[in-house]
């Protein structure tokens, strides 16, 4: 089992940057993917990157490919999500998310089963 804590959220201009962090404990936290997903207000929930245990493979979803970068630091238990070039439909609540998967797998919303208590990213116009 996976316990996650997101911070790092908040408001930002349009344009601008902003990085979110997940705190993660847990024996398994090395073994699982990981990934990020937002959730907007009347919107469903996407997955919008994803990085596989051994941080080799990643995913992006194509709304934020180019602008955001998912990285993660086993020894620390720590993953990232790197935001650059926000725009307003950025804003949403981003959460972390890890779950057992193959390298292959990890763009499945399926597989992620752990879930952090969301962080509120905002981007003003």
């Known amino acids: 089992q996976v316990q996650l804590v997101e911070s790092g959220g908040g408001l930002v201009q349009a344009g601008g940057s902003l990085s979110l962090s997940c705190a993660a404990s847990?024996?398994?936290?090395?073994?699982?993917?990981m990934g990020w997903f937002r959730q907007a207000p009347g919107k469903e929930r996407e997955l919008v990157a994803a990085?596989?245990?051994?941080?080799?493979?990643?995913y992006y979803a194509d709304p934020v490919k180019g602008r955001f970068t998912v990285s993660r630091d086993n020894a620390k238990n720590m993953v990232y999500l790197q935001m650059t070039s926000l725009k307003p439909e950025d804003t949403a609540v981003y959460y972390c998310?890890?779950?057992?998967?193959?390298?292959?797998?990890?763009?499945?919303?399926?597989?992620?089963?752990?879930w952090g208590q969301g962080t509120q990213v905002t981007v003003s116009s």
């Open positions: 998310a890890a779950g057992p998967s193959t390298i292959r797998a990890i763009a499945i919303p399926a597989v992620y089963h752990y």
């Open positions: 990085i596989s245990w051994n941080g080799g493979t990643t």
């Open positions: 847990g024996r398994t936290f090395s073994s699982s993917a």
